[in-house]
């Protein structure tokens, strides 16, 4: 009995052992949920330089059956006209039928590491007056940017996502039959004069606008690089200085940035778009004390006529019609109690208590901001 005694634990110690695994897994369930709502950096941000520039072109699409641009498109006759000149081939303006042409414009967007010899998707919609790009081919066409040189070259055949087929008595129409694209259907001839690994610094835009998400960032970063390399610009705005291992080879850095984990914060907001009636509610969306009186009224007025028939030997009477209106008014009130702090889901098992429907939120919410009860941001659509 004695050594037994000896040699169990002390109370104290397996007590200790039970409070430590507590916090062990306190601290693992603090650390999952900051992981479950934790994001990319490369999620809600974009690095300067690295963006995309818009092309356009003027062509033509040859090839159409019967549904290209009419005669009333001058500008389609006189781009027949001068590419056919350029061709050797003469031809009177007046002879030419644009049945099976049609006059487009043609977008693409070029990445800023796009190089030449590197293929573009391209978008080509018809501004005459086409009925249908289908089946047509697009004609060597010159992209352009905003500067007015040629960054691009494309053709090639069109794919599209509907038709249109249509005869004397009806017409039939699935999505739409001008706009068309061409996989791959441009090459980069010259490229945007950018050197990315060139920069030593760069700025990091937020599409998050909060302080305190811009400040997350900023710790995130110089804590993966071991300096104070980042500083916060503004709410959403956070300017990098290159390490000076980095500079000259800024892939490894960007590789590793990107995949930063960041918990983006912002305002409270409730977002009301009352043409389809849809409501959006932040999770951080909060009510003060406030009762909410919903009432619905509603009016039904129908109209009858009465035939009033004179008596079988009545003299000198007549059949008179009387109208009759009949008047019900139904009124409901019905009664809802939010408390202080009220949190979304509260807010939302409350309005859904009441029967409210979309339109009935949309109202409800509007007056809470306009009482003060509403602590968010109010946006409507």
């Known amino acids: 009995m004695i050594s037994e005694r000896y040699h169990r634990k002390p109370p104290f110690q397996a007590w200790d052992k039970v409070v430590s695994a507590a916090i062990a897994a306190l601290i693992l369930l603090v650390v999952l949920a900051e992981a ?26 040859v090839g ?6 009419g005669t009333n498109s001058n500008f389609t006759i006189t ?13 009177n303006a007046d002879n030419l039928r644009p049945k099976n042409v049609a006059a487009v ?10 190089r030449p010899g590197s293929p573009l998707d391209v978008t080509v919609s018809s501004i005459g007056d086409s009925k249908s790009l289908l089946g ?9 940017g905003l500067d007015g040189k040629v960054y691009a070259v494309a053709q090639g055949s069109l794919t599209l996502g509907g038709y249109t087929v249509s005869g004397n008595a009806a017409t ?11 996989p791959s259907g441009a090459i980069v001839e010259r490229e945007v004069p950018f050197r990315f690994n060139e920069q030593t610094s760069l700025t990091i835009n937020l599409s998050v606008q909060d302080f305190g998400t811009a400040m997350q960032v900023v710790n995130r970063i110089n804590a993966s690089l071991g300096g104070p390399f980042a500083s916060a610009r503004d709410a959403s705005t956070v300017h990098l200085e290159v390490p000076q291992k980095y500079q000259g080879n800024m892939v490894p850095l960007m590789a590793s940035l990107e995949n930063l984990d ?12 009352e043409k389809t009636g849809t409501i959006v509610l932040g999770n951080d969306v909060r009510l003060s004390r406030v009762a909410v009186a919903h009432g619905n009224l509603q009016i039904v007025i129908s109209e009858s006529q009465q035939v009033s028939q004179p008596g079988p030997f009545a003299e000198n009477a007549q059949t008179v019609v009387t109208p009759q209106t009949d008047i019900g008014i139904t009124s409901q009130n019905n009664r809802l109690m939010l408390m202080e702090g009220a949190t979304l889901q509260e807010l939302v098992d409350g309005l859904n208590a009441i029967g409210a429907s979309p339109r009935d939120l949309i109202s409800i919410i509007r007056t809470l901001k306009a009482a003060g009860a509403l602590y968010a941001d109010l946006e409507v659509i």
């Not at 159409?64 to 641009?69: A, K």
């Not at 039939?172 to 061409?182: D, P």
Request: glycine share 10%; no cysteine; charged share 20%.
């Open 262 to 273: 960041i918990s983006p914060d912002s305002k409270a907001r409730v977002v009301v778009d």
């Open 105 to 114: 414009m043609v977008t693409a967007k070029m990445p800023v590491t796009a």
């Open 36 to 61: 479950a709502s934790a994001v990319r950096l490369k999620d809600i941000s974009s690095i300067s330089g690295m963006r995309d520039n818009e092309l356009v072109g003027y062509g033509l699409v």
């Open 136 to 144: 047509g081919m697009l004609l060597i066409t010159p992209l352009k």
């Open 172 to 182: 039939a129409q699935q999505n739409i039959a001008t706009v068309g694209r061409i």
């Open 64 to 69: 159409l059956s019967g549904t290209g641009d």
């Open 79 to 91: 781009s027949m006209r001068n590419m056919l000149d350029k061709m050797g081939v003469e031809v």
